[in-house]
């Protein structure tokens, strides 16, 4: 248990569905993270969000959509996704500053897409 | 940030101690050596991190050499829980967001 909580843990889901993932920090941390990890690939930092904006979004196709409402709460909504979005998608928080910003990762949500 | 060389693979009796090693030679000054697991189909797992001094929490040992080219993580009485692809990874602190995983050690504890 590492203080970061993802739902739901395993979706399936069609290309034409709209669905959202979610994480929840309980760290007090001010930076958050989604990660995508495709099979047999390392892991690829998607969004970063720090003090509740976006400070980075590595080319990331607009089918994936962040949002940070609150420095606890992240989430991920995913519309019109394809075959090869199927990935397990990994949330991570971090405090801020070179004593803290160790990232901590919940235990991600395999998606699944139809 | 510094790259990282790993043996793809290592195994382990239960109870020895397990020791990952890992190449860093290009390392800065100011690059920390951060250690992740990751049992399958899980998160990653933070284990420890260090800069110069050999550092050790509840979990492992993390070994630094003197020229800080390389570094050892020590699992000192490995379970089979302790199965897992073991990654190490060098960055400056509070340079950036990226955790550059590469490809790490799988490692395997036998019974």
């Known amino acids: 248990e590492t203080g970061v909580t993802q739902t739901p843990r395993h979706l399936v889901m069609g290309m034409t569905n709209k669905k959202s993932l979610k994480c929840e920090q309980h760290?007090?941390?001010?930076?958050m993270y989604w990660y995508k990890q495709s099979a047999k690939k390392p892991l690829e930092l998607m969004f970063v969000y720090s003090l509740e904006e976006r400070v980075e979004n590595n080319s990331v196709p607009s089918r994936f959509s962040p949002e940070c409402p609150n420095s606890s709460h992240l989430f991920l909504h995913l519309h019109t996704l394809q075959p090869e979005d199927s990935a397990l998608y990994l949330c991570a928080s971090s405090g801020l500053g070179v004593d803290t910003d160790t990232q901590y990762f919940g235990p991600g949500t395999r998606l699944t897409v139809l | 940030d510094a790259k990282t060389t790993q043996p793809p693979s290592m195994d382990c009796a239960e109870g020895r101690a397990a020791n990952l090693p890992c190449n860093h030679s290009?390392?800065?000054?100011?690059?920390?050596v951060y250690w992740y697991r990751q049992i399958h189909s899980q998160g990653p797992q933070y284990i420890i991190h260090?800069?110069?001094n050999n550092e050790t929490n509840e979990m492992a040992s993390l070994i630094i050499t003197e020229d800080r080219k390389s570094s050892t993580l020590i699992l000192p009485h490995a379970t089979l829980r302790d199965t897992a692809v073991y990654y190490c990874?060098?960055?400056?602190?509070?340079?950036?967001?990226?955790?550059?995983f590469g490809k790490g050690t799988s490692l395997l504890v036998t019974p």
């Open positions: 290009t390392i800065s000054g100011n690059e920390y």
């Open positions: 260090g800069l110069k």
């Open positions: 760290l007090g941390h001010n930076a």
């Open positions: 990874i060098v960055r400056v602190a509070d340079s950036g967001y990226a955790l550059n």
